[in-house]
């Protein structure tokens, strides 16, 4: 084995490092996602769930899914990109679903949810945050794989 075929065989070892550049600023949006409909969810879950579960319970589900995605750029390595990209995607079929319903039958949602209309109470960040990661993901993969 040369010298040039041993750096190619520990750098296929070593795992793809997804917490770089713009990576991080990733981690850094999906964390406060986390902290944020994570927190709101749990204060209306346990104050007034009778008064709107459905949107309590979709709030609470986006930020588990914020937390798995953190937990996955952060751990990096080929399957955590790809279980990322699964959330991610995932979460961005979430946002439009749940951003279309919240206007096209407003009255199904009495109060807001993360996503709701595509995530305008956070600054649009809940639909464009996946579209972004989804973006980084798919350049941190390895040569030859567009998952």
């Known amino acids: 084995m040369t010298s040039g075929e041993a750096e190619v065989a520990v750098a296929e070892q070593k795992p793809t490092r997804l917490i770089s550049g713009p990576g991080i600023l990733l981690v850094w949006l999906y964390g406060v ?52 990209v699964v959330c991610c995607a995932a979460e961005l079929l979430g946002v439009v679903t749940v951003g279309t319903w919240t206007l096209i039958e407003p009255s199904a949602f009495p109060d807001a949810t993360v996503w709701s209309d595509y995530g305008m109470g956070y600054l649009f960040i809940p639909v464009l945050l996946p579209l972004s990661a989804l973006y980084w993901l798919r350049r941190r993969a390895p040569h030859g794989d567009a998952a």
Not at 33 to 54: C, K, N, W
Not at 70 to 80: D, H, K, S, W
């Open 33 to 84: 996602m986390v902290v944020g409909a994570v927190s709101r969810s749990a204060y209306q879950i346990a104050t007034e769930f009778d008064r709107a579960p459905l949107a309590y319970a979709l709030s609470a589900m986006a930020g588990l899914v914020y937390g798995f995605i953190t937990y996955t750029l952060v751990r990096g390595g080929e399957r955590a990109r790809r279980a990322a």
